[in-house]
């Protein structure tokens, strides 16, 4: 019997994907006006689409990324502040509210 390893490295700065890079085309490809592209793509792809948890407006989750380093996401209210693991749970902003700098790293 034979033993694999598997390392995985990450360069800093980026992040790991359970999914293919290319289901985030309309991201890169769609303009964020034309919401129901998205939505419909979002839908297809099993992303979620959902309100954005401070102004409201619908997202999916292939949009749902950090933008020139500003953090998109805020932590949960639904949660406590600290859990004895002492990780913090965390819910996804949208687009806009990310590049107007409403997140906060968790």
Avoid at 22 to 30: F, I, S
């Amino acid at each position: 019997m034979s033993r694999h390893e598997i390392r995985l490295r990450l360069r800093p700065g980026r992040s790991a994907r359970s999914y293919p890079a290319l289901l985030e085309w309309p991201r890169l490809l769609v303009p964020y006006r034309f919401r129901a592209m998205h939505r419909w793509w979002a839908r297809q792809a099993g992303f979620f689409w959902l309100p954005c948890p401070l102004c409201g407006q619908p997202f999916g989750g292939h949009e749902w990324r950090d933008i020139n380093g500003k953090p998109s996401s805020v932590p949960d209210p639904m949660q406590p502040p600290n859990s004895p693991d002492g990780w913090r749970a965390s819910v996804g902003i949208c687009p806009t509210c990310t590049r107007a700098g409403r997140g906060v790293p968790a």
